[in-house]
Structure formats: structure tokens, C-alpha cells
């Protein structure tokens, strides 16, 4: 039975995947901060699908949590697919970078790059002995485009999507992905412009160009996954990148 970790699981995206996962026949570990959501998340996934799920709560940015969630993926049976979906925004609102809280930034770095890295050093050796051992880099529109009061957090993302593809050369036995997941009504986005929250498609819209990155398999990259979702203007996170090439399955490829 394959194994996942998914990180940033107990809402929006990551519960989302976790569930399409699961419907699959994965067995899961999932992570989130608040241990009574992610709970519930969890038991929702079990009820719904059978599958084996552990819930662990915890900070990414924690080296002896993270060493758990690897723990409890070998405890499945290993490790074959870990998505890096937990991030920080670096402030909240977003600001300008004339007034970008310098703590915050360190958080955003801490979360969504130095976490990233540690989980994913934890993980290799599973993921070498996978036979199928897949990373995915959770990446925003705001990892490559300019938009105003979205450095911090679009600094954090650019670093990711760099420390993506360096492993993905280092590391040519894993498909490694960083995926832009594109415009979603998530909390996060809310807590990032909560003037624009509301009317922005839901986490699941997207989750079918996921599971066609898992089907299709295609070469290490940057990836947009499409769902249903209508043009919402030079906005992060709306897709619109363009790209360079594509794949079957709704998935372009944006590197």
C-alpha cells in the first residue's frame, strides 16, 4: 500500500488531497498545527475511505516533530510520496516590504523552505527505497511574478521552487514537483487579503491536475495544476504563468 505525508493537512488544499489519497487507497500521515481540526480531519478521511490514518499535530519548522512524521510514514510500511503543503504567510495582512515585519519573513523562510528541506532530508531514504518516491513543493504564482505586498511570502516561494529543482538534479531517481496550485478560497488567502476573500474556487477544483502529475508522472519540474477556475486577473496563485510545454491531465508545465 503506498504511504503519503501530507503537511498542512487539517484544511483547504491539504485535507482536500488527503482525501483524494485516500480514496485511492493511500494510507496517510497528516500534519497540521491545531491537533482538534486536524483530528477531524483525519477521522473524516477514515470514515470516508478505510484507509490508514495517522494524525500528528505539530510545527514543520520542528525538527523532532518532523522526525515523527517520517517515523509514522516507516510505521505504514515507508514513504512514497510527501507533499509540502504547510506555509506561512510572513505577515498578516500582507504588507509592503517597507513594512514587512523582519521576524515574520524569518517564519515564512523557516516554514516554507528550511521545514521543507528538513522534512525532505528526513524522508530520502524512504523515498529512495520507494521504487516511486515522489516530492511535491505546494509554489505560488508569487514565486515568480511581482505583486505588490506579496515579497516576504513570495520570496519564501521562489526559494522553494529553487530548492526543488536543485534536488530534483541531485536526487534523479524521485520526481520532485513544485506545483502552483493556482487561485483558491483557502484561510490563508483570507489572512492574506481578507478585502478579496470570497467567490475564489474551492481546494478540490484542483486536486484532479495532482492526482495527473501521480498518474502521468512527468519529468521533474514547476508545474500549474488546473481545475475549474475562472480568470481572476494578475492575482497570486491564479495560474497564470505561462508555460513552456504540457502534459495530459489538465497540467502544464510552467518551469
Known sequence: MAVAIVTGASKGLGRALAHALAGR????????????????????????????????????RDAGHRRELVAAARGLGGLDLLVNNASA????????????????LREALETNVVA???????????LRESGAGTVVVVSSDAAVEA???WGGYGASKAAADHLAAVLAVEEPGLRVWAVDPGDMETDLYAAA???GAGGRPAPETVVPGFLALLDGRPA????????????SGSVPGSGSVPGSGSVPGSVESVR
Open 220 to 231: 521533474s519540474g514547476r508545474y500549474g495544476v488546473a481545475g475549474s477556475v475562472p480568470d
Open 147 to 149: 505583486y505588490g505586498a
Open 25 to 60: 487507497g493511500w494510507d496517510l500521515v497528516l500534519d497540521a498545527r491545531t491537533a482538534e481540526v486536524l483530528e477531524e480531519a483525519a477521522a473524516e478521511v477514515r470514515a470516508a475511505h478505510g484507509t490508514r490514518v495517522v494524525a500528528l499535530p505539530g510545527d514543520v
Open 89 to 104: 504567510l510572513g505577515a498578516a495582512p500582507l504588507v509592503r516590504l517597507a513594512e514587512q515585519p523582519l521576524e515574520g
Open 116 to 126: 521543507v528541506l528538513g522534512l525532505v532530508r528526513e524522508g530520502l531514504p524512504s
Open 193 to 195: 487579503e481578507p478585502e
